[in-house]
């Protein structure tokens, strides 16, 4: 086997590796081109937003967010076009039922070896879920805050060993 030969199976493998990965994951993974056109979706896209991911592809990726967001979405899109990788970022995503979701993004552009940004790819993980149980705790603590204060008696909570937690 040529060295050419060995190099191409090898760069085959890798490419199948990274793919199985991606279209197997259970974040959604899709890259895009420097107009936000869907380049490539990963299947998990189904389970997560419930769009079929073919009928994305060729789609402006702006098209799969909740209005109210274009300004970050301008803001995040040229630092994107610079060069720079973002991360952590939560947008809202529409599913194809047009429920909403939040999302934790992380985005990293594609660049060529002159410095050209020719496109991006970007990482979702759903955290709609913890978004909500964290505002639901919000509203609890708010509830248990208000009940105490208001309280006609003295009222006092402890922890398990018996020291003051609030008065």
Known sequence: MTPEVEYADALERTVRRFRYLAENASDVVYEMDTDWRIRWISPSVQNVLGWQPESLVGTVARQLFAPGQEELLD?????????????????????ATGQHKSMSAMANPIVEPDGTVTGVVVGLRDVTSEIVTREDLARVQA???LAVEAAPGGLAITDAAGILVDV
């Open 75 to 95: 803001v995040r899109g040229e630092e994107l076009r610079a060069g720079f990788s973002l991360g952590g970022e939560v947008l809202v995503y529409v599913s």
């Open 143 to 145: 509830r248990l805050r």
